[in-house]
C-alpha cells in the first residue's frame, strides 16, 4: 500500500515511521530538511511539497495545524488532491470544526477522492509506538481501503458513522477536556509550589490520588524536569480550544472551563510562550505569583 503523510512533526513522524517500519510504501512531506531526512533514515521516502508526492498514492493522511494549512497542502498552488488518483482516501487528521470538515468531504469529493475525518489522540509517544486513538466518521469504501493503514498506527480505531464532521466533533469534546485538564493541573501544581509543597513529592501523591487525572501524570514531569521543549505547543491549545468555544457560541451553549482555561493559554502565548510545552500555561502562575519553577539540570 502507497501512502502519503503530509505534516512530520509530532504527530506525522511518528505515523510515517510506524507505516514505514511495518512494510508501507511511504512519502512523507515537510518543509523542514531535518524532518525529511529523519524519515528516509527510518525507510521512507520525503518530499519539501505536497505536489512533489507519488501520483498513484492509495491514501494520505494529512496531519497539519489547522484548516488553513489542510487547504493549503490539498488544494492550493504546491497541492496535491488535483495528482491524487480516482478513489484515492484522504485521511484528515488535523483538528478542525465539523463545518470545515464537511466542507473539505465537498471539495475532494468534487475531484473524485474519499474522506475520512479522522482526528486522532496520543500524543508524541502514542504515534511513535503506534497506539493512537483515531476518531473516524466517513463513507465505508474509504475505511474498508485504508484498514491496514490504521491497524499500522493506532491501537483504537473508533468508526463513528457515515457522516464527516462526526469525528471532528468527538475531538473537539476530546480537546476541551485536554485543554482542561492541563490548565487545572497546572494550576494545582502552582498551587501547591505556592504554599511550600515540594514539588515532586506532590506530582507523587496526586498520581496516586483520587484528583490525578492522565494530563496531570502527563504534564507536570515536563514541568518538574525544566523541560519546555514543545511536544504540543501553547498555541495548539490556543487554536484548538477556540474551535471549541466557536462552535458553542454557534449552538448558543455556555462553556465558562473551557472559556477560561482558553483566556489561561492565551495568556502563556502573549506572555511570549506560545511555541513551548503545552505544560508551561504553568508561566502564567508563575509570572503572577512568582513562584519558582524546577528548573532543567545543568
Given at each position: 500500500m502507497k501512502v502519503?503523510?503530509?505534516g512530520l512533526g509530532t504527530m506525522g513522524?511518528?505515523?510515517a515511521l510506524n507505516l514505514a517500519r511495518k512494510g508501507f510504501a511511504v512519502s512523507g512531506c515537510d518543509l523542514r530538511e531535518k524532518a525529511r531526512a529523519e524519515l528516509v533514515q527510518g525507510g521512507g521516502a520525503a518530499?519539501?511539497?505536497p505536489s512533489e508526492l507519488p501520483r498513484d498514492l492509495d491514501a494520505v493522511i494529512v496531519l497539519v495545524v489547522n484548516a488553513a494549512q489542510v487547504e493549503e497542502v490539498l488544494f492550493g498552488p504546491d497541492g496535491c488532491a488535483a495528482n491524487l488518483p480516482r478513489g484515492a482516501v484522504v485521511i484528515c487528521s488535523a483538528t478542525l470544526a465539523p463545518e470545515a470538515a464537511r466542507a473539505l468531504d465537498r471539495q475532494l469529493g468534487a475531484v473524485g477522492l474519499l474522506m475520512l475525518d479522522a482526528p486522532v489522540s496520543g500524543g508524541f509517544a502514542g504515534a511513535r509506538e503506534g497506539t493512537m486513538t483515531v476518531m473516524a466518521s466517513g463513507p465505508e469504501a474509504a475505511f474498508a481501503k485504508v484498514q491496514p493503514m490504521f491497524d499500522a498506527i493506532a491501537?483504537?480505531?473508533?468508526?463513528?458513522g457515515d457522516e464527516i464532521g462526526i469525528g471532528s466533533t468527538v475531538k473537539m469534546v476530546n480537546q476541551l477536556l485536554a485543554g482542561v485538564h492541563i490548565a487545572t493541573a497546572a494550576e494545582a501544581l502552582a498551587l501547591g509550589i505556592r504554599a511550600g509543597a515540594e514539588p515532586k513529592t506532590?506530582?507523587?501523591?496526586?498520581?496516586?490520588?483520587?484528583?490525578?487525572?492522565w494530563m496531570w501524570q502527563n504534564r507536570v514531569p515536563h514541568i518538574l524536569a525544566g523541560d519546555d521543549t514543545p511536544l504540543s505547543a501553547v498555541n495548539i491549545f490556543v487554536k484548538d480550544l477556540g474551535i471549541v468555544l466557536d462552535q458553542a457560541r454557534a449552538l448558543t451553549f455556555p462553556l465558562p472551563m473551557a472559556s477560561a482555561a482558553h483566556q489561561l493559554f492565551l495568556a502563556a502565548a502573549a506572555g511570549g510562550h506560545g511555541a513551548r510545552d503545552d505544560a508551561f500555561v504553568i508561566r502564567v502562575w508563575q509570572a503572577l505569583a512568582g513562584i519558582e519553577l524546577p528548573s532543567a539540570p545543568a
Open positions: 502519503g503523510v503530509i513522524m511518528g505515523v518530499v519539501a511539497k491501537g483504537k480505531v473508533w468508526r463513528l506532590l506530582f507523587e501523591v496526586i498520581s496516586s490520588s483520587a484528583g490525578s487525572s
